[in-house]
């Protein structure tokens, strides 16, 4: 079956550093990826699309200039968490859209960041 | 407004007693909608969709577009059954809105 991974699964990081998160999609090639938050005890919340070779797109209220996205390849996407707070301390989650077929997402295991 | 309602935050039955998670949905233009599972410790991984009509580990979705609802059933529930359960709707541009998800106890 698909397989996404992320790296890394948890980072501990001060505040004032920047945060790479790397999404790939192992053994297809995903037309889309995408970028959620999640909250503790609370859903998912998308915060980006990305599109290999494109700009990625926000969705409103998440700064772009906080949260970069590089979709380099079909099979690599990765969110830099620029001048991490406390407050960007979050559970981040990728999915990987194979296009075409079913037409499927598939999540990530997640990132843990703590920012301290 | 796009919005997705799942109301029960918990929900805690027997085993082989009858389960369902409510999902209503008010969402512009005619959504694809999904059911999504997370158990524990592991990934968000789909469960069923609604163009499929299938049963997935027993679990049926029924889309009823005049109520907005596609709320996903069991009859007979099992242990294994434990998890967070997420109703998400997908638009035309393949992004999913996720409800605030159940967590559904299955009870020996």
């Known amino acids: 079956g698909a397989v996404v991974s992320q790296h890394p699964s948890r980072v501990i990081c001060k505040s004032g550093t920047s945060v790479k998160i790397e999404c790939r999609s192992l053994d297809f090639q995903a037309t889309t990826m995408f970028w959620y938050r999640q909250f503790p005890k609370q859903s998912l919340m998308l915060m980006a699309t990305s599109n290999e070779g494109s700009k990625a797109t926000y969705e409103q209220g998440v700064e772009k200039d906080k949260f970069l996205i590089n979709h380099a390849s079909l099979t690599l996407s990765t969110l830099t968490v620029t001048s991490a707070h406390p407050e960007d301390s979050s559970f981040y989650i990728c999915?990987?859209?194979?296009?075409?077929?079913?037409?499927?997402?598939?999540f990530g295991p997640g990132t843990r960041l703590t920012v301290l | 407004a796009q919005r997705v309602t799942q109301p029960e935050k918990l929900l805690s039955v027997f085993k082989g007693a009858p389960v369902e998670l409510k999902c209503n949905y008010s969402y512009s233009g005619s959504p694809e909608l999904f059911w999504y599972v997370q158990y524990s410790r592991q990934r968000l991984q789909l469960l069923l969709r609604h163009i499929s009509r299938e049963s997935i580990k027993g679990f049926t979705a029924d889309l009823n577009k005049g109520e907005t609802s596609f709320h996903l059933k069991k009859p007979f529930a099992q242990e294994e059954d434990s998890a967070m359960y997420y109703c998400a709707p997908r638009s035309n541009d393949y992004k999913l809105s996720f409800g605030a998800g159940t967590t559904v106890t299955v009870r020996a």
């Open positions: 999915s990987a859209r194979m296009g075409g077929g079913p037409d499927t997402q598939y």
